[in-house]
C-alpha cells in the first residue's frame, strides 16, 4: 500500500473491490480537523466542489443522529442531496456514518469511516475508508467526479486552517 508523505495531496486507493481509501496530511491538530468535520457551520464552508453552494439542513452529530446537505450549482440550479446517520463517534478521533445522495434508481448506503491520526508538528493524517455493498457502487462513486470535488473541498479546508493560525 502506498504512503502519503506530503503535504496537500489526497492519496485515494481501492484496497478491495468494495472499498475506496483515502488518505490527506493536513497542518492541523485532530482536535481541530475533528471540529471542521463536525461543526455544521465550518462543515458547509469547505465540503464540495468549488462550484457548488452546500447547505446544511441537519446535521446530528451522535450515534443514530441523522444528517442531510444539499449541494447547489448557482449556474444550473441542479442539487444534489446527501444523507445518512452518525453510527459512531470517538471525538476528537474516528468518525462513522452511513452516507447516501438522493437519485433513481437509490442505491444503497455506503458506510464512510474517519479516522484522525496525530502527527508530528502539530498536524493530522486523515484517513478515511468507504464501504459499498457492491463494486458496481465503488466503481460508480470513482466515476462520479468525487476524487476531483473532494481535492477541491480539502484544498477550501487547507485555506480555512492557515487563516485560523
Not at 32 to 52: K, S
Amino acid at each position: 500500500m502506498s504512503e502519503l508523505t506530503e503535504m496537500h495531496k489526497t492519496l485515494v486507493t481501492t484496497p478491495s473491490d468494495t472499498e475506496i481509501r483515502t488518505e490527506r496530511i493536513f497542518d492541523a491538530p485532530p482536535e481541530v480537523i475533528f471540529d471542521f468535520w463536525t461543526d455544521p457551520e465550518l462543515l458547509a464552508q469547505w465540503v464540495g466542489p468549488d462550484r457548488l453552494e452546500m447547505t446544511v439542513e441537519e446535521y446530528d452529530v451522535r450515534p443514530g443522529g441523522k444528517y442531510r446537505y444539499v449541494h447547489k450549482d448557482p449556474e444550473s440550479g441542479a442539487e444534489y442531496v446527501f444523507f445518512g446517520e452518525f453510527l459512531e463517534i470517538e471525538e476528537p478521533r474516528k468518525l462513522s456514518q452511513t452516507f447516501n445522495f438522493v437519485m433513481e434508481p437509490q442505491p444503497p448506503p455506503s458506510i464512510d469511516r474517519l479516522e484522525l491520526i496525530p502527527c508530528e508538528g502539530g498536524r493530522t493524517r486523515l484517513v478515511t475508508l468507504t464501504t459499498f455493498e457492491a463494486r458496481e457502487y465503488r466503481d460508480g462513486m470513482l466515476q462520479s467526479g468525487m476524487e476531483k470535488g473532494m481535492d477541491e473541498g480539502y484544498a477550501k479546508l487547507d485555506r480555512l486552517l492557515a487563516d485560523r493560525t
